[in-house]
């Protein structure tokens, strides 16, 4: 079974080694793997906060809905107050008037959005006969029947209760008390109700908004238990933490209100009904703009720019008071107005489809194309968002998929450019690659004069032995004998500067800066000749029985650097240095040797290894073309 198991994995290894061989296979993986990464973040706390901005921006984009919702709210705005002229506090009999007018009018449930919580001392201001008489406003609670209150559940601490007097059937329905407190997000904004929480004690409350609806829909508590809110068909999307988001219908003012001083004078018949009330949802709360009870909310009338802004761009948040983000969630719940991302726009899939198309288009692209791809790509999802929102209330998540983009355009021209520095330092040189990678000023056409060794290797009676011969066993000697002699040049900081057919032309000293130069070459040289002849059976076995190099080494100044036309360079080394180093290799002919050094060269090794060499070379003058004088050079007395 063991062998079974490695067996599959090394097949699927294989499997995506060929993939990854393949330019649409490397995208296509670059894509799946950018996706992946993508939908890992997602989950990340600033993630989700982007994604709270995108989510303003869709509402932004999308401005206010219609909405069917009956709701209404008696406002407690400034005249209403001043009006009363006496601390809200005190105002249970005109609310007590207010109830009982909204009751007879037939209302459908009435929420009082204000608190004063129950204290264990007697307030005399609000006994029988006293000013804030708060016993009437218990009695229009109780004849109404439909009055919901609210409490406060503020975690780690005890429920906070409106006072007793207020409180005469409290407990007999869910719907009689709901907590008031608003869900807000790391940044303060209203986005989510809770409907459901639990207090210190483990007991389970409705939220406010919750307990009025229900009390409106006449929901029953097995209902509620359930958890699952099902509303004629339509389960609400609630999130993890219970918490629905609200599908605003406008901004701030866009709930109808009505001022509380009218509604109290037509309770006591002073102007007739201002609105036609029955079947109404009805909340009664402060709307003034100096209230404590004013929460940030997503700005509902942006612009189309705005929209398409980068998502992590803060717009200003518009302000609202706690009654009218109530009545929005309220009349979310009963338009069935619900936010929803359909399972075949959630993240994973289309993270996974957009990146397994994505990958193979970018990495057929070139920098300038990827990155319009890129900006085309990010600009066209954030409009399919806002499309979708404002089309049909889908949520599509933003952020993950945004950063899809330049994560996956960061991603191939990285893997771009790996392979093409790969491909820089095979065919010229891995130190001309780190030359001009950290240094691109190396590539301005002007050279720079410097000491430098110049190594020239050639093959013996290479003519001889390519002719009459397939070219394939010619390539195959040719590519045996540089993968002998490359690694020790390699080795001692030496680059192969060119291949000339049968030879090669190697340079020490540039483009890194090597004070010991001379003696690297000399090493290296010698390597490469004791390699050739360790060799000799695998020459054999290519059909060159008697495989000889020749070797010449030369030490002198040589301008080197980017030299050739501003579309097509070469790095290399011109000068006489280079002349001469050619001239003395061919000389190992005439002189049947294998490596001959310049005497420019041995005068450029260390004093000590001089004197060690000198007296095991033998020293010769040679005539070479383009020299007027004999060169003096050195040769090795006998193979290595």
């Given amino acids: 079974m063991r062998r079974i198991e490695i067996g599959g994995v090394k097949a699927l290894l294989q ?44 509402i932004g984009f999308r401005g206010g809905r219609s909405s069917t919702a009956n709701v209404v709210i008696v406002a407690l705005d400034e005249v209403s107050l001043q009006g009363l002229n006496k601390p809200l506090r005190y105002i249970s009999p005109e609310l007590a008037e207010v109830v009982t007018y909204l009751g007879r009018q037939r209302v459908a449930a009435i929420g009082i959005d204000l608190l004063w919580p129950e204290t264990k001392e007697t307030i005399p201001d609000l006994l029988p006969g ?121 901004p701030r003012g866009t709930i109808p209100a009505v001022p509380f001083h009218q509604v109290l004078d037509a309770a006591r018949g002073l102007r007739p009904a201002s609105r036609d009330w029955q079947g109404a949802i009805v909340l009664v709360g402060v709307t003034t ?31 609202m008071p706690g009654v009218e983000v109530h009545a929005n969630l309220i009349a979310t719940m009963a338009d069935k107005a619900f936010i929803t ?22 990495v057929r692209c070139s920098l300038e194309a990827g990155a319009l791809v890129t900006i085309a790509h990010h600009f066209g999802w954030q409009l399919t968002c806002l499309l979708f929102f404002r089309a049909s209330d889908l949520r599509v998540e933003m952020v993950a998929m945004l950063m899809l983009g330049p994560m996956l355009y960061g991603a191939i021209f990285a893997l771009r450019w790996r392979w093409m520095r ?61 993968a002998a002699v490359v690694p020790p040049i390699e080795a001692e900081k030496g680059i192969v500067n060119q291949y000339l057919g049968d030879g090669l032309m190697a340079i020490f000293g540039a483009p890194e800066q ?11 040289a010698e390597l490469i000749l004791q390699r050739v002849h360790e060799l000799s059976e695998l020459w054999k076995t290519l059909g060159a029985d008697s495989f000889r190099i020749g070797v010449g080494i030369h030490t002198g100044p040589a301008v080197v650097g980017a030299v050739g036309s501003p579309r097509r360079l070469d790095y290399t080394a011109i000068g006489d240095t280079v002349n ?16 001959l050094l310049s005497e420019a060269a041995l005068r450029a090794l260390p004093i000590e290894e001089q004197q060690q060499r000198s007296a095991s070379l033998r020293r010769m003058a040679v005539q070479v073309k383009g020299k007027c004088e004999p060169v003096t050079v050195y040769a090795l007395p006998e193979r290595i």
């Fill in 422 to 482: 790969r491909m820089l330092g095979m065919i010229k040189s891995e130190a001309v690659a780190r030359a001009l990678e950290a240094d691109p000023s190396k590539l301005e056409l002007r050279g720079e004069l410097r000491q430098i060794t110049v190594v020239f290797i050639d093959v013996r009676n290479f003519t001889a032995f390519s002719e009459g011969r397939p070219a394939a066993e010619v390539v195959r000697l040719l590519n045996a004998f540089f």
């Fill in 15 to 58: 499997s995506a080694g060929r993939m990854w061989r393949s330019l649409t296979g490397r995208g296509l993986m670059a894509g799946l793997l950018c996706a992946c990464i993508c939908w890992l973040l997602n989950s990340a706390s600033w993630v989700r906060d982007l994604e709270n901005r995108a989510y303003d921006n869709c």
């Fill in 130 to 250: 006293r000013p804030g008489d708060a016993s009437t406003m218990g009695r229009a609670i109780g004849e109404t029947g439909n009055v919901v209150l609210p409490a406060l559940i503020a975690r780690g601490s005890t429920p906070q209760l409106p006072i007793f007097e207020w409180l005469p059937i409290a407990g007999t329905d869910w719907t009689d008390l709901g907590f008031a407190d608003v869900s807000a997000d790391a940044d303060r904004r209203v986005r989510r109700g809770r409907l459901r929480a639990s207090d210190r004690l483990g007991e389970v409350w409705p939220s406010f908004p919750l307990a009025v609806f229900g009390r409106a829909r006449h929901l029953t508590s097995q209902w509620f238990d359930e958890g699952r809110f099902v509303l004629d068909g339509h389960t609400m999307p609630l999130d993890a933490d219970r918490e629905l988001l609200i599908n605003y219908v406008g």
């Fill in 289 to 319: 703009l100096v209230s404590e009870d004013l929460h940030p909310v997503p700005r509902l009338h942006g612009s189309f720019g705005h929209a398409l802004r980068a998502p992590w761009l803060y717009h200003d948040a518009e302000e």
């Fill in 514 to 524: 090597l004070v010991d130069h001379a003696s690297r070459a000399l090493r290296a």
């Fill in 580 to 595: 001469t180093a050619s001239r003395i290799e061919a000389c190992n002919k005439q002189l049947a040797t294998e490596l």
């Fill in 341 to 362: 991302t359909p399972r075949c726009l959630a993240a994973p899939l289309t993270l996974l489809l957009c990146g397994a198309v994505l990958g193979p288009i970018l």
